[in-house]
C-alpha cells in the first residue's frame, strides 16, 4: 500500500512554518501496518484520508486499499473485510470527517456547531477544510459525539454543511483546538516529528511526511495559517463515474435490451372500488415485471451482491428477476386520463405503501396515477439481512447491491408506464371504451415519502425518463441520518452488541456510507439539477421538510438543498421556532413569484426544534412526530402537484410560514 496522496517532497514555503503544538502527546500506529501513524492508536484515523489509497488507474488516478486489519472489529474480532469498498477511486462526498482528540472541547475551542455553520468559514476557524483544486474554504459544522459515555473514545465528527465535490481533493487543517480550561491541546507526538525538520529518506515516517508538506502547501496557497497546528490530512471524494458509473452502466444495459420497447409484465389483480369504498381510487391494478437481474443469485434474493466481471463492473447473470409492482387507478382518470408517476415507499417497506391515504388523495385531487415497486435492499423483505449486517459489516454490500438493482427496477417500471405497448396497452388501464387511463405524452414524475426521497433522489438522477420529483419528509446521508433518527433504535441495540465501542460506531458509519452512497441521494446529488448523468434529463426537485422530524433528521435537508442549488421559501418558519444563529444559512429565498427550479419548503406543525448533538428526538419535549403531516396536508399536495404537472414551485401559503395539521 502507497498513500495516494504522496508527492515528491515539496519545499515548504516560508510563510506556511509546520508548526505543531509544543508539548505533544505520544502516538502508537507503527509506520508499515498500513495504519495512518499521524494521529494516535486508531488505526484508520483520521478519516476519510488519502493514506488508505492507492494509486489505479481510475478518474481519480486512486483507488482505496484497506485491509481488515485496519478496520473496526465485531464482538467476535472479526474485522470488515473492505473488498467492496475498495472498488471506489474515492471517498464519499458526503463524509463526515473523524479524528480523536482527547480532552477537546468544542465550545472553547470556538469551533462551529450545527446552530451557525457561518463559523466554520471565519478567517480564525480552528478547523478549516480547503478545496485543494479551488483554493475555497468548505462549510461544515463540529460536533463531538454525544453517545460516547467514555471521553476517550469519543470522536470528532466534522460533517460537511453541503456535499464535497466529485472528484475534489480536500485539506483539512485542526489547530488551536482547547480544553473546557481553554489551555491548547497539544499536538500527537508523532505528528510533530512529521510537521519537523526533514526526515532522512530511510526513515519509516518519510512517506508520511512528503504527503503532509503536499497537503500543507495546498493549505498554505488557500492562505490559511498552520500556527499551533494539532492535525492536517487530506482525502480525495469519489469521481462521478466512481459512484453512478455502475448503476448507469446497468440501466443502459437493460434498457437496450428493450428496444425502445416496454419491459415484459403481467397483470395479476384487477380490483374495482365504488365511490362508496374509495372516493379517490376507482381501480388498484398489481402485477409483475421482468428485470434483467444483475446480483449474483438466480432472481436476486436478500443477500445477494452485485454479480461483477473481472474489471469489477456489474454484469447480467443471465436470468430475470420478477419485480412486483401496484398502480392506483383515480376516479378523475375515467374522465381525463392521468399524469403517470412513480412512487417510492418508506422505510423497510413495501409497494403496497402506495395505498396510502395521503398517495390515494392526491391521485383523486389531481388526477395522478402512481405506480409502485420495492426499495429491495431495504423493503420488508430485507429486514432480517439488515439487521445482521450490524452484527458484521463485512456483508454490507448485499444491502446496497440490492439496493442498486432496485433502481434498474423503478427506471423499468417508469418506462412500462409511458411506452405504447406498457401498461396503456392493457386492458387493465383502459376504460370500457379501450381508452388508456395512463396520458403517456404526459412527464413521468417521482413522489417518495421518507426512504423513498432519500432513495428517491437517485432514481430521480439515474432516470433517463423522469425530470421533476417531489422528494418529502426529504433527507440524505445515512451517516448523519443514523444516529439523530427514532427508526434507528433497533438497529442501534444490534450494533450495541456486536460493535460496542462508540469510536469504532463512528468508524462504522463513515465506512458504510462510501457503499450507500452508490445507491441514495447522497451519491447522486450533485446531478440532481443542471450537471445531469450521462442520459438523464436536467432535474428540478421539490423538497417538502417537516420541522422537527423524528425519523429523517431535517439538517440532511439542508444539506441536500445547498448540494442541488435548491432555494427557500421564506419566511421559512415562525421567528423563534428554529434555534440556528441564522436559520436555513446558505440556501437563497425563493423569488416571489412561481419559480422554475428546484426548491425547499418547510412545513411546520407544532413539533419543538430536535436535538443539537446526533441523537434522536426522544422524549416528551420532543412532542408529537411531524414525519407524516406535510404530505397529509392538502396545500401541500397542491403545491406537489402544481410543480410535477407544470414545473413551477408556487407560494400556497401566502407569504407566510407554511403551516400543517398533525397527521394523527
Given at each position: ?432 371504451r379501450g381508452r388508456s387511463l395512463i396520458d403517456r405524452h404526459a412527464d413521468l414524475a417521482y413522489d417518495g415519502n421518507s ?214
Amino acid at each position: 500500500m502507497i498513500a495516494g496522496s504522496a508527492a515528491p517532497a515539496l519545499a515548504t514555503p516560508a510563510s506556511a512554518p509546520l508548526t505543531a503544538s509544543a508539548g505533544s502527546t505520544p502516538s502508537a500506529s507503527p509506520p508499515g501496518s498500513g495504519c495512518d501513524p499521524i494521529a494516535g492508536t486508531d488505526c484508520l484515523l483520521p478519516f476519510p484520508n488519502d493514506w488508505f489509497t492507492t494509486s489505479a488507474h481510475t478518474p481519480t488516478g486512486l483507488r482505496l486499499d484497506l485491509t481488515s486489519a485496519m478496520t473496526p472489529k465485531n464482538a467476535a474480532g472479526k474485522g470488515i473485510d473492505p473488498a467492496a469498498w475498495n472498488l471506489s477511486d474515492g471517498f464519499s462526498p458526503g463524509s463526515m470527517l473523524l479524528a480523536h482528540v482527547p480532552g477537546l472541547d468544542l465550545g472553547a475551542t470556538g469551533a462551529a456547531p450545527v446552530t451557525d455553520v457561518a463559523r466554520s468559514l471565519k478567517r480564525d476557524a480552528p478547523i478549516v477544510i480547503v478545496d485543494t483544486r479551488t483554493g475555497e474554504r468548505w462549510p461544515y459544522w463540529a460536533e463531538l459525539d454525544a453517545n460516547a459515555t467514555n471521553p476517550a473514545r469519543q470522536a470528532l465528527i466534522i460533517r460537511p454543511a453541503k456535499n464535497f465535490r466529485e472528484g475534489h481533493r480536500y485539506a483539512v487543517v485542526l489547530r488551536d483546538l482547547k480544553n473546557a480550561s481553554g489551555a491548547r491541546i497539544a499536538a500527537p507526538g508523532t505528528f510533530t516529528r512529521i510537521a519537523g525538520k526533514t526526515l532522512p529518506a530511510k526513515d519509516p515516517l518519510a512517506r508520511r511526511q512528503a504527503a503532509l508538506r503536499r497537503t500543507l502547501h495546498d493549505v498554505d496557497r488557500a492562505g490559511v495559517s498552520t500556527k499551533n497546528l494539532y492535525l492536517a490530512w487530506d482525502f480525495t471524494v469519489a469521481s462521478e463515474q466512481g459512484l453512478a458509473g455502475p448503476v448507469v452502466g446497468m440501466r443502459d444495459q437493460a434498457l437496450g435490451q428493450l428496444r425502445g420497447r416496454s419491459p415484459k409484465f403481467t397483470v395479476t389483480t384487477v380490483t374495482d372500488f365504488t365511490s362508496q369504498q374509495d372516493a379517490n381510487i376507482a381501480r388498484e391494478v398489481t402485477g409483475e415485471f421482468l428485470v434483467p437481474n444483475f446480483l449474483n443469485q438466480a432472481g436476486g434474493p436478500p443477500g445477494s451482491v452485485l454479480n461483477r466481471d473481472a474489471s469489477g463492473r456489474p454484469k447480467p447473470l443471465g436470468d430475470d428477476l420478477r419485480a412486483q409492482f401496484q398502480c392506483e387507478i383515480p376516479r378523475a382518470a375515467f374522465s381525463k386520463p392521468a399524469r403517470p408517476s412513480l412512487y417510492g415507499h418508506g422505510l423497510l417497506g413495501k409497494a403496497t405503501e402506495v395505498r396510502a391515504s395521503n398517495v390515494r388523495a392526491m391521485a383523486g385531487e389531481h388526477d395522478f396515477l402512481f405506480c409502485a415497486t420495492k426499495w429491495i435492499g431495504m423493503a420488508d423483505e430485507d429486514i432480517p439481512n439488515v439487521s445482521g449486517v450490524f452484527a458484521d459489516f463485512s456483508r454490507f454490500d448485499t444491502v446496497t447491491d440490492r439496493l442498486q438493482q432496485s433502481l434498474v427496477n423503478f427506471v423499468f417500471l417508469g418506462r412500462m408506464m409511458i411506452t405504447k405497448d406498457g401498461l396503456a396497452g392493457d386492458e387493465a388501464f383502459q376504460d370500457d371504451r379501450g381508452r388508456s387511463l395512463i396520458d403517456r405524452h404526459a412527464d413521468l414524475a417521482y413522489d417518495g415519502n421518507s426512504q423513498g426521497s432519500i432513495a428517491g433522489g437517485a432514481l430521480v438522477a439515474v432516470s433517463p425518463d423522469v425530470s421533476r420529483g417531489v422528494l418529502g419528509v426529504s433527507g440524505m446521508n445515512y451517516s448523519t441520518l443514523l444516529n439523530r433518527s427514532v427508526d434507528f433504535q433497533p438497529f442501534q441495540q444490534v450494533m450495541n452488541g456486536y460493535y460496542p465501542d462508540k469510536l469504532d460506531q463512528q468508524l462504522c458509519f463513515a465506512l458504510i456510507q462510501i457503499l450507500w452512497d452508490r445507491a441514495e441521494t447522497d451519491g447522486y446529488a450533485q446531478h440532481l439539477g443542471d450537471d445531469p448523468l450521462p442520459g438523464s434529463p436536467r432535474h428540478r426537485i421539490l423538497m417538502h421538510v417537516a420541522f422537527g422530524d423524528h425519523q429523517v433528521s431535517t439538517v440532511t435537508a439542508e444539506v441536500e438543498a445547498r448540494t442541488i442549488g435548491a432555494r427557500i421559501h421564506r419566511p421559512a418558519i415562525a421567528a423563534g421556532r428554529n434555534p440556528d444563529a441564522v436559520p436555513y444559512w446558505g440556501i437563497p429565498a425563493l423569488p416571489g413569484r412561481p419559480y422554475q427550479g428546484s426548491a425547499m419548503v418547510v412545513w411546520d406543525s407544532g413539533t419543538p426544534a430536535p436535538p443539537v448533538t446526533n441523537t434522536p428526538p426522544l422524549g416528551a419535549q420532543y412532542g408529537t412526530d411531524s414525519h407524516e403531516d406535510p404530505r397529509a396536508d392538502a396545500t401541500a399536495r397542491r403545491q406537489k402537484a402544481d410543480f410535477l404537472k407544470y414545473g413551477v414551485v408556487v407560494d400556497v401559503c401566502g407569504g407566510r410560514p407554511c403551516t400543517a395539521q398533525h397527521a394523527g
